[in-house]
Structures are given as structure tokens and as C-alpha cells.
């Protein structure tokens, strides 16, 4: 009866692994080097606190505004006026709050009979006084300040508030040219704000990247578009940084040592994880390639993978590898658990401020299935790291979701008995995972 049973899980295995191969490319499997460092030489211009501005300036008949001589308009408030008919001259522009060294703001104006006038920055005064000269246009820019954009509008001669956008009065920023350079307008008033740039951050393997959904429907972009319809939100921007075949340390790695990835964090309002699947599954996928001597990081992996697989006596093979497979799985799985504390750690000190919901890893097999016995295990201790009590983030249980789920939609396309193996969820499945996401608490 033992052997019987061995000889079911086994073909059952082969048949799996024949799936995924064909499923997945190369670079799932292709692993990051852990001891990769990276040098960024650049300044660190993240400010600690809230950025903004205020700026003053001159206007005809009225002279220096605002009074007294030498105060500011605080952003986003206006300078100058939009029923008098009169002209802005010129103005100073400047930073406040906690500015970081070499951080500023920078500034240029046409004016009228000079044309674009030298760029200035940091309350040096652009324009003219006591020449008549009536500002045209501007461009305003930030100067080596990350997380923050400027944003500016005004009222010009003849054409109102501008810009109007979907029928409203909008705003243009970071250096885009406002009001006009060849209409002989006058530009009347501006008001300048400064909005800091927040992301909503995914991180995690294929199901974060989307795999399997509909475009646009991986649970990643459906939570995007509820976060972003939130008071609050409206500037939230995505960075989907999810990379198919990812294991807990190859993420740490990625954290540790990527740019980009380090830069979205820093601006980061929302977190997501989903990681841990391919903790299991590399290892399978390792461990026979060790065992029908192929080398998972070529580029033709996948399909010799799936020749050795259809040979003659692969499945004594896989049979004689399965011990080898458990051991190495529990190592990997046991890995996770190493990792997980220093993922949170990690992205907790690179986004001290964001919300960050984690997802649970779902069983695809069905527990009837001999490979439930194989997997289940495996990811119940993943599951049970990621819910360990006052760990500081809030939880998308998935198991539970896909467990205990009653629809009539399939959530995964995996099924034995019309050989369709790929362990994705479905964009049904998709639904589910972010429906649970808010299900995790979080409000905005």
C-alpha cells in the first residue's frame, strides 16, 4: 500500500512538474545573488519632515505684496489678484520646513519685451521693478528634493484661471510653462503648492506582478484603484515591483539592494506583500534539474525540463529524488522563516510611515489530492509566520479565503482532470485576494 501510494504522489509529481515547466520561464528559477552590493554615491535629499513654500512679490500700482514689505504668502495661497487688472512683476519663490542640504526650488519668468530671464532659485527675486514689465510666463522647479513635486496655477489677462482641466481649474508642475510667451498677456496671480509624492508599493513574486489575471485586474491593480479613489489619495501613484518567481531571499535581497526599490519605499503610503510560494516550488524544480543534471539558469531550462520528464524511467527518478525534495524544501521553508522578520524590518525602516498588508499563501491542490500531503505542510508554517501576533502589519488572509470560498467561479486554473496546472489564481481569484486585502482593516 506504501508503495502504491509513493507511486501515485510520484506521477502525480512528474505530470506537475512537466505543467510548470512549460508554465514558468527560466527567470523564475534564476536566483539573485544574496551577496550582490550595490554603491549609491548620490546625496540623500529625502526630507525627514513636511515640505512647503512661500513666496512674495511686486505688483503694479501696488508695489512689494504681501504687506508689510518682506512677509510671504504661505503656498497654496494666491499672489496677486484675479478682478484688478493688474500685473505681477516679479517675485521671490523659497522652501520652508525641513529642507535637506542642497535640496531648493528654481524658477524662471518671461517677461515682457526680454523673454525668458535667466532661472534663479531659493528667494532670489525673478522679474523686474519700476520698469512696467508685465510677467508672461513661468517654470518652477524642485532641485534635488525626492518625494515632492511642485505644483502651480494662475490667472492670466483675457483667459481666466489656468489650466483648466476636465472643466475644472487645475494645476501644471515640476517645470511645466504656465500662462503665456507670445499673446502680450499679462499674468496676474499664482499660487504654488508643494505636494509630496506617495506610493502605493507591491511587492512580492508572480501573483503580485498579476500572473494568470485578466490585464489590469491582478489584485494589486484593483486595491491601486480603490486606495487611490480615497480621500487623500488622489496623488497616490503605483510602483508594482512584483517579480514572478521570487522566493523570501530574493525579496530581501531586492530590499536590501535595489535602487528603485529602496526609492519607492521612501515614498511609500501603502505596502504590499505576497511572497513565499516559490520557497516551495524552487526547490522542487532545483532538486530535479540536480537530479536529470540540467542547469536551471539556462535559457532553455524549461523545455529540457520537460524532454527529461517524458523520458523513459523519469518518473524512478523523481521517486529516488523525492527524499532529496523534502529535505530541501523544509530547508527553504525554514529559510522563509529566517527571512520574514528582516523583510518586515526592512521595509519598515526604508517606509517608516505606510500601511503594510501581507498575504497568506493559498493551496492550489485539492485535499483529496496525494500532493496535498506533500505541500499543505509546507505552507502552513510559511502561514503561520506571517501571522505571528504584533508584527506590526496587517494580515490578507488568502488561505482562508480561497479554503473556505463557496462560489461557482474557479479561483485557480488548477485542475488534475482536464489538465490545467497552472497554480495562478484566476482573475476571480484576484477579486478574492483584494477583496481580503480590505478585508485586512485598512481604512486610508
Do not use: C
Not at 501603502?270 to 526547490?283: K, Q, Y
Request: net charge negative.
Amino acid at each position: 500500500m506504501k508503495k502504491s501510494i509513493l507511486r501515485s504522489i510520484t506521477g502525480r509529481l512528474l505530470i506537475l512538474l512537466l505543467m510548470l515547466s512549460m508554465i514558468f520561464s527560466t527567470g523564475v528559477f534564476a536566483a539573485v545573488d544574496s551577496e550582490k552590493t550595490e554603491t549609491d554615491n548620490t546625496i540623500d535629499t529625502r526630507a525627514t519632515g513636511d515640505i512647503g513654500v512661500q513666496y512674495r512679490g511686486h505688483v503694479q500700482n501696488k508695489g512689494d505684496v504681501p504687506l508689510p514689505v518682506g512677509n510671504f504668502v504661505s503656498g497654496p495661497g494666491e499672489l496677486g489678484s484675479q478682478s484688478e487688472g493688474l500685473r505681477l512683476e516679479g517675485l521671490r519663490i523659497e522652501l520652508t520646513g525641513d529642507v535637506p542640504s542642497g535640496a531648493g526650488i528654481s524658477y524662471a519668468v518671461h517677461v515682457q519685451n526680454k523673454g525668458w530671464m535667466d532661472t534663479v532659485e531659493n528667494g532670489d527675486f525673478a522679474g523686474t521693478t519700476g520698469e512696467g514689465l508685465r510677467i508672461e510666463a513661468i517654470k518652477i522647479n524642485l532641485t534635488g528634493l525626492d518625494g515632492y513635486e511642485v505644483y502651480y496655477r494662475g490667472h492670466v489677462q483675457n483667459k481666466g484661471n489656468i489650466p483648466i482641466v476636465f472643466n475644472d481649474w487645475g494645476w501644471v508642475k515640476n517645470g511645466a510653462e504656465l500662462g503665456t510667451t507670445s499673446e502680450g498677456l499679462r499674468l496676474e496671480s499664482i499660487q504654488i503648492k508643494i505636494v509630496k509624492t506617495e506610493t502605493y508599493t507591491a511587492l512580492g513574486d508572480s501573483i503580485a506582478y498579476g500572473m494568470s489575471a485578466t490585464p489590469g485586474s491582478g489584485y494589486v491593480n484593483l486595491f491601486y484603484n480603490d486606495l487611490k479613489g480615497m480621500s487623500g489619495n488622489e496623488d497616490l501613484s503605483l510602483v508594482n515591483l512584483g517579480v514572478p518567481g521570487y522566493t523570501s531571499s530574493q525579496l530581501l535581497n531586492q530590499l536590501s539592494n535595489d535602487p528603485t526599490t529602496m526609492a519607492a519605499l521612501s515614498k511609500a503610503k501603502v505596502v504590499t506583500v505576497s511572497v513565499g510560494g516559490n520557497n516551495i516550488l524552487a526547490p522542487v524544480i532545483a532538486s530535479l534539474a540536480a537530479a536529470f543534471s540540467l542547469d536551471p539558469t539556462s535559457a532553455t531550462f524549461p523545455a529540457e525540463l520537460a524532454a527529461a520528464l517524458a523520458q523513459p524511467g523519469a518518473e524512478d527518478i523523481i521517486t529516488a529524488t523525492l527524499p532529496t525534495i523534502q529535505t530541501s524544501v523544509t530547508a527553504s521553508v525554514t529559510q522563509f522563516v529566517t527571512d520574514w522578520p528582516q523583510i518586515i524590518a526592512t521595509i519598515k525602516t526604508l517606509a517608516p510611515q505606510a500601511d503594510i498588508v501581507v498575504a497568506t499563501l493559498y493551496d492550489p491542490i485539492n485535499t483529496q489530492d496525494p500532493l496535498y500531503a506533500i505541500f499543505e505542510p509546507s505552507i502552513q508554517t510559511i502561514n503561520r509566520t506571517i501571522m505571528t501576533p504584533g508584527a506590526g502589519y496587517k494580515v490578507a488572509d488568502v488561505y482562508t479565503a480561497f479554503a473556505t470560498y463557496q462560489g461557482s467561479e474557479a479561483l485557480v486554473n488548477f485542475n488534475w482532470y482536464i489538465g490545467s496546472l497552472d497554480p495562478h489564481p484566476t482573475t476571480a481569484g484576484h477579486e478574492l485576494i483584494y477583496q481580503y486585502h480590505l478585508n485586512a482593516g485598512f481604512i486610508n
